[in-house]
């Protein structure tokens, strides 16, 4: 559902809560004759169920960014809040092993020749360091 719809959703069910409960109370003061029923229906009944149609209005308006994470007032505006996807990490890692001389790198002994190359501290061969996702 597109952001204009939602929010037209909200209206309705705003003026559904307030036209009912207003209008319960007004109908109360228009009445002849006045009972302990009439006076609960109009001041209870009528704008408790005006209350519950416009909030199952609103709730049905914003149902898919519900899911989205997104409830309440700010449902509205669930598309505008979602969060970018996350860049992948990566880290340049020496390899464990010359392919030269055979030797064993560690990160302690090794010489750094360049942002993504090393170079065997034993036979002083140069090699591409290896990319790792975080």
Known sequence: MSSGKRVATMV?????????FFG????????????????????????????LIGAGIMIFGMKDSIGAGGFGIFGMMGSRTRS?????????EPPRFCSECGATLSSEEIEWV??????????????????REV
Do not use: R
């Open 24 to 51: 319960g109370f007004m109908q109360f003061f228009w009445m002849d004759n006045m009972n302990v029923g009439t006076i609960l229906f109009f001041v209870m009944v009528v704008p408790m169920m005006s209350f």
């Open 84 to 92: 970018a996807p996350k860049e992948k990490s990566y880290i340049h």
């Open 114 to 131: 360049g942002p993504l190359s090393v170079k065997c501290p034993y036979c002083g061969a140069t090699h591409a360091t290896e990319k």
């Open 12 to 20: 309705i069910g705003m003026i559904v809560m307030i036209g009912g």
